[in-house]
């Protein structure tokens, strides 16, 4: 409801008739630009907060130092303000871990003291995940220089495909095969 329309509901109903056209453009006047700040207001309070900012993200990216690598909806670039915002917290396995599930991945680190490496597994994302670019990036900040980074990618193995038959997998390509499951 606008403006507008609570201001009708409490006026007398005289008041507002074909006689007093001048009033009755005045309050609808009044009305729309009241309901168009209450509708910049409520962008703005969107803008404070990283999960719903929308034309505020490149001031987040810039207050992060954030360099986009691949060409990033708005949700993927939420994704790395949040995790970058989280991030501050050195490269523990457990800060490495919350920054990649500010992605929405689950993933489980490998550490191998001894080969100076990380590999980092995704639990359950099959195949590569679009926005690998930032996400290498990301983690090469976090990361210290002295460690190799590896990725870890899962795909749909044979033993999981048993079960359907051919007619249930005909419409599907190898490649979609790798990465997802039949229907049905």
């Known amino acids: 409801m606008g403006f507008f329309d609570a201001i009708k509901r409490m006026l007398p109903r005289p008041f507002l008739n074909n006689s007093m056209r001048n009033m009755t453009g005045f309050y609808k006047s009044i009305g729309e630009q009241i309901d168009s700040l209450q509708e910049a207001v409520i962008d703005g309070q969107n803008q404070l907060f990283i999960d719903?900012?929308?034309?505020?993200?490149?001031?987040y990216e810039a207050e992060f130092a954030i360099k986009l690598v691949d060409q990033s909806n708005a949700v993927a670039r939420r994704n790395n303000v949040m995790a970058m915002?989280?991030?501050?917290?050195?490269?523990?396995p457990l800060s490495i871990t919350n920054v990649l599930k500010a992605y929405g991945y689950s993933t489980q680190l490998l550490e191998d003291f001894a080969g100076y490496t990380i590999t980092i597994q995704f639990n359950d994302f099959r195949g590569v995940p679009p926005n690998l670019g930032d996400l290498q990036t990301l983690m090469t900040r976090f990361i210290p220089a002295h460690l190799l980074l590896k990725w870890k990618f899962i795909y749909t193995q044979?033993?999981?495909l048993r079960s359907y038959t051919h007619a249930q997998m005909k419409s599907m390509t190898h490649d979609t095969l790798r990465t997802q499951l039949p229907k049905g």
């Open 52 to 59: 719903t900012a929308t034309w505020a993200l490149p001031i």
């Open 85 to 92: 915002s989280r991030g501050g917290l050195g490269a523990t």
């Open 158 to 160: 044979h033993r999981e």
